[in-house]
């Protein structure tokens, strides 16, 4: 492998966890990037070494994707510019494709796991530390299964919260635009990141919630929900993450800009919220 693309592999905090036999010849590979658990697949790469050494790589952890091109000082005649646009559509190709079964993998086990779990119930150690309800949860051994689902209700995904409250994803699973339903929507419609702030909103408001679990998937859910509920009011809720550029309030207010919905932030008095 070009040692210039592994330093961007590396520099982007995709190095691969063990050395990787990266073929030229635009076959996509997927490896553990450094980091991700035993077993796991989550990085994807594709180099090309003519008419000059390129490539492309991400992780479906993620989402992210980068493109690499080797330094060169030699201008590019038109024919060669051709073949690096060529190359490019390739490996994108080659990369939704790899996606789409990928995220078809996760689907499978997702089902698989949400069908053996038990309904959960409010005395698990997270929900009782949060003081929240378990709200269409479901509960495998320790673990609670949060359902991530698409507008029409399929299951994408499942995010696992321990009794400690540490928190992750089934491998390779699509998150973009995917949710977790908390009742049944009539006149408005919360969203907000997390499970508990979305346990907290509708058991004191009883409006239904969508729980995002992120910032960055504020907009694809509220985008997914304009479409399907056209005219329903769509309120943003976010977490005021007082921490530089307040990333919670900044994406819901992206969010809220893009539907044309409201925003609700709560403000802190004496360390808690009001």
Known sequence: MSATMLDAMRAAGLAPHKEIDLRDDGKLTRYRVQGDKAGSRNGWAVLYSNPICSGAFGSWKTGESHTWREASHKPQTPAERAELQRQLA??????????DKVQEEARSRAAKLWTRARPATNVHPYLQRKSVGAYGVRQLRELLLIPARDEHGQLHTLQFIGPDGAKRFLSGGRISGCYCPIGRPLDSLLICEGYATGATLYAVTGRAV??????????????????????????????NDLTPGNPGVTHATRAALAVGGLVAVPHFEGGAHV
């Open 210 to 239: 969508a729980v995002c679990f992120s910032a960055g998937n504020l907009q694809p859910v509220a985008t997914a929900l304009r479409a399907k509920f056209p005219d329903m009011s769509l309120i943003i809720c976010a977490d």
């Open 90 to 99: 390739a490996m994108r190709a080659s990369r939704d494709a790899e996606r």
